[in-house]
């Protein structure tokens, strides 16, 4: 079984910074990808922030181009996203999708989320 858990969020102002963690767990035999989304209201499509893949190439897409980067951590297992001059429009649930092969089965498992609220 994989675990995924994310922390980090808060509360913060506008032009501030923060820094997710998303911690993979659990009989896992190779992580192939990690991904951040964002959700900015119940009910909104999950929307991809960032991507790592296993090999560390990265992938935004043009909306996340600049304000925020992925990385990893001292392990594989441990993958941050540094965000940067936070914008009020960026609240919501921040949730980690990692891609993960475990035992015979390769599948995306999801965290719970944490909130990010940013003031203006």
């Known amino acids: 079984q994989v675990q995924v858990a994310e922390s980090g969020g808060g509360l913060v102002q506008a032009g501030g910074s923060l820094r997710l963690t998303c911690e993979v767990s659990g009989n896992i035999q190779r992580i192939n990808r990690v991904a951040w989304y964002r959700q900015q209201a119940p009910g909104q499509p999950r929307e991809l922030l960032a991507?790592?893949?296993?090999?560390?190439?990265?992938y935004y897409p043009d909306s996340a181009t600049g304000r925020f980067a992925i990385s990893r951590g001292d392990t594989i297992n441990t993958v941050y996203l540094q965000m940067n001059n936070l914008k009020p429009e960026d609240t919501g649930d921040y949730y980690c999708?990692?891609?993960?092969?475990?035992?015979?089965?390769?599948?995306?498992?999801w965290g719970q989320g944490t909130q990010v609220t940013v003031s203006a």
């Open positions: 991507r790592i893949e296993s090999g560390d190439s990265t």
């Open positions: 999708k990692a891609n993960v092969l475990a035992g015979w089965n390769t599948g995306n498992t």
